[in-house]
Structure formats: C-alpha cells, structure tokens
C-alpha cells in the first residue's frame, strides 16, 4: 500500500535560516511527487512537483525539491525562511494507474523572530 | 488560475441533521474530491468523481455519500449528521488523468461542527 511519512510534526526555524522538511514515501514504482502549502484557515496550495527529469525541482515562493529514488525521498528546501512561510506542509504521493494521490500527515512550521 | 468554491466557510449543525456541502470549480475538471482534514491525521480522502454522475469510494466513505450532476459541482452529503464527523472538509478538482500526474487544486476548506 502507498504511505507518506513527514517524520516531523513541528518544526521552528528562525527568520533567515534555512529550512528542510522531510518526506519518505514507500512503494517500488517512479512516483509523482507534490509538495502542498496550507496557511490558517485556507485551502492546500501546490508548492512544486515531480514527474521525472531532472531531480531538482523549482517551485513557488523560493522553494525547491530534490527527488532521491535510493532513500525513497523528496525532501524540501528554502535557505532562507520568512515569517510569511509559517503554515503546514504536507506532502503527497500518486502512482501511475492510480487516479488519487496518498498524503502525509503534514508539518507545522513555525517561524521564530 | 483555478478556482474552487466551496460554499460556506463554517457551519454548525445538530446531530441527525441531513447536511449538504457544496463545492464548485470554474476550470471544466474532469476530476472532484472530497477529503476531510483532522488535526494529526492529514487528509484523508472521502469520495471522488471521476465525470458526471461517476463517483468512487475512498478510505473514508462511511456515513457520507456524494452528488455530481453537474461537471463543474460536487456535493457532500452527511445523511444523518454525528458528532464524529465534526472536522475540516476540502474539497479539489484536476483535469482528467487515468494516473497522479496532474495537481489537484483545493478550495478553502468548511470548518463543520456537530452539536
């Protein structure tokens, strides 16, 4: 069965400093990979994602991923976090054949002053 | 851009109310889903639709059914309304895709309360 695993409920991150937010993802095949935002009281945001190519995706908002098939990972970044980027992260998984997409648990970012 | 409306924001019921969310999206998807979203669960997928009239259970089908007669709406229905199901539901929409490959696009979410 398809899993998504943010190890990290909460995170705090100073203002300027970088940050990384971990996803593992479980299952043998290529996966499609989605990262998604959602601030207070909103719906979810599409933050980036990866279908195949290059490893190292760009997205929105300064972030990026980087897809690494041998540690089942799509781990994101921003080296530099501002206030506005407190929310919670989730991270989603789709397969080929399937039609829906597995979502993690998500991560609380707090960003500190 | 996408948009998907969904019709309230926040709503508070009583418990064996039948209840109705509604969601609209404006860019023609193929493809609706209904998730509801619980503090250290995620979300967790409660129906979909792949076109008119055309719907399939998710992980969490139990005491929700769903409507879409129309391409661009998809309703949620809580036939007898109960505490348990007090929670965040979102609703997204995508063009057609036979795999995973195109991004679901969500509305702001309804903030449901069962008293």
């Known amino acids: 069965a398809q899993s998504v695993t943010q190890p990290d409920i909460h995170i705090t991150v100073s203002e300027g400093a970088s940050l990384e937010l971990r996803c593992n993802y479980s299952y043998g095949a290529t996966p499609y990979l989605f990262w998604y935002v959602q601030s207070p009281g909103q719906g979810l945001q599409l933050l980036l994602k990866?279908?195949?190519?290059?490893?190292l995706v760009q997205g929105i908002k300064g972030f990026e991923a980087e897809f690494k098939r041998s540690q089942s990972s799509f781990n994101l970044r921003k080296p530099s976090v501002h206030w506005s980027d407190a929310a919670e992260y989730f991270c989603a998984v789709g397969y080929s054949g399937y039609s829906t997409l597995t979502f993690g648990k998500g991560t609380m970012l707090l960003v500190s002053p | 851009d996408v948009k998907v409306t969904q019709s309230s924001r926040y709503l508070v019921k009583r418990t064996g109310e039948k209840v109705f969310l509604e969601c609209v999206q404006d860019m023609d998807h193929e493809n609706m889903f209904w998730y509801r979203q619980d503090p250290g669960l995620g979300l967790r997928l409660i129906y979909f639709s792949y076109d008119v009239k055309m719907k399939e259970k998710g992980d969490i089908p139990e005491g929700y059914s769903v409507s879409r007669e129309k391409k661009e709406r998809f309703s949620l229905i809580l036939e007898s309304a109960s505490t348990n199901q007090t929670s965040m539901y979102l609703c997204?929409?995508?063009?057609?895709?036979?795999?995973?490959?195109?991004?679901?696009?969500f509305g702001d979410g309804t903030r449901l309360s069962i008293l």
């Open positions: 997204a929409s995508r063009l057609q895709s036979p795999n995973s490959n195109q991004p679901q696009h």
């Open positions: 990866y279908f195949s190519g290059d490893t």
